[in-house]
Nanobody, 113 residues
Framework: VQLQASGGGLVQAGGSLRLTCAAS????????MGWYRQAPGNERELVAT???????NYADSVKGRFTISRDNAKTTVYLQMNSLKPEDTAVYYC????????WGQGTQVTVSS
């Protein structure tokens, strides 16, 4: 499984960004996909997950502001981030789980106050 993440950038507090993660390869074996993030000096944090059945899960810190979704082919996952806060600044990593974990390259999200 190969993952290609995109959509990061610089935005002011209160703004929005949408991250995209496109999967290729053995996509039929993916059981769930999602996003982690890592801010400088912090551990990697789970942000959101979507299962192959469409069930979603969010970190408490992003509930009500972020929405994870996917396309009908289940090959692309999106993270819509609204009402962004400076504390959302981090490198965001897309991941996919089959019998193993696969990671995309990180995409930087910077929220200015």
């Amino acid at each position: 499984v190969q993952l290609q993440a995109s959509g990061g950038g610089l935005v002011q507090a209160g703004g929005s960004l949408r991250l995209t993660c496109a999967a290729s390869g053995s996509i039929f074996s993916i059981s769930y996909m999602g996003w982690y993030r890592q801010a400088p000096g912090n551990e990697r944090e789970l942000v959101a997950t979507i299962t192959s059945g469409g069930r979603t899960n969010y970190a408490d810190s992003v509930k009500g502001r972020f929405t994870i979704s996917r396309d009908n082919a289940k090959t692309t996952v999106y993270l819509q981030m609204n009402s962004l806060k400076p504390e959302d600044t981090a490198v965001y990593y897309c991941y996919a789980i089959t019998g193993a974990a696969y990671w995309g390259q990180g995409t930087q999200v910077t929220v200015s106050s």
